[in-house]
T-cell receptor, first 111, second 113 residues
Framework: TQLLEQSPQFLSIQEGENLTVYCNSSSVFSSLQWYRQEPGEGPVLLVTVVTGGEVKKLKRLTFQFGDARKDSSLHITAAQTGDTGLYLCAAENQAGTALIFGKGTTLSVSS | NAGVTQTPKFRVLKTGQSMTLLCAQD?????MYWYRQDPGMGLRLIHY???????AKGEVPDGYNVSRLKKQNFLLGLESAAPSQTSVYFC????????????FGPGTRLTVL
């Protein structure tokens, strides 16, 4: 069974702090996606990483795909209250028909 | 261009009642999905469709049925609601299968008493 394990499950920080969340698996994936979900809304894609070792930056967010394509990390620099939300990683299932999702990291940034 | 819309946004049912959740997308996507989201459980796939007239079971299909009579619509039915089906339901669509970007609707919060 393919599993995506995310850590930490919850993170509460002050504005301006840096943080990293992780997405790990024992399976190899062809690509991995990160979504952000705000309260009361559906998830929205942030980024897709495809190549092992790839690093992508989206303003203050840095995404990295592990060399072996089994894990990924999301680093946020100088967090802002607008970064508050649920961060989900996702990858294609073995059948290639749908995505499997991690359980998510709930981030709370306070001012 | 509304993207993915879901109807209704909220619903309260009594045990044993039935209801249908409607999902509509205007992006001409072939693939559509129904997920449920429960605290601490992430998103779990209920059913999906790879095109008009086709449906398939996901990870947690029991107690649900689906239909895709038109390409733009994907219906999720609960024939006899149970308290265990209290959840937030999300519909999503994608242009391609698998690891392609999925576009989500705003969700339906369902409570079964």
């Amino acid at each position: 069974t393919q599993l995506l394990e995310q850590s930490p499950q919850f993170l509460s920080i002050q504005e301006g702090e840096n943080l990293t969340v992780y997405c790990n698996s024992s399976s190899v994936f062809s690509s991995l996606q990160w979504y952000r979900q705000e309260p009361g809304e559906g998830p929205v894609l942030l980024v897709t990483v495809v190549t092992g070792g790839e690093v992508k930056k989206l303003k203050r967010l840095t995404f990295q795909f592990g060399d072996a394509r089994k894990d990924s990390s999301l680093h946020i620099t100088a967090a802002q209250t607008g970064d508050t939300g649920l961060y989900l990683c996702a990858a294609e299932n073995q059948a290639g028909t749908a995505l499997i999702f991690g359980k998510g990291t709930t981030l709370s940034v306070s001012s | 261009n509304a993207g993915v819309t879901q109807t209704p946004k909220f619903r309260v049912l009594k045990t044993g009642q039935s209801m249908t959740l409607l999902c509509a997308q205007d992006m001409n996507h072939e693939y559509m999905y129904w997920y449920r989201q429960d605290p601490g459980m992430g998103l779990r796939l209920i059913h999906y469709s790879v095109g008009e007239g086709t449906t398939a079971k996901g990870e947690v299909p029991d107690g649900y049925n689906v239909s895709r009579l038109k390409k733009q619509n994907f219906l999720l039915g609960l024939e006899s609601a149970a308290p265990s089906q209290t959840s937030v339901y999300f519909c999503a669509s994608s242009y391609l299968a698998g690891g392609n970007t999925q576009y989500f609707g705003p969700g339906t919060r369902l409570t079964v008493l």
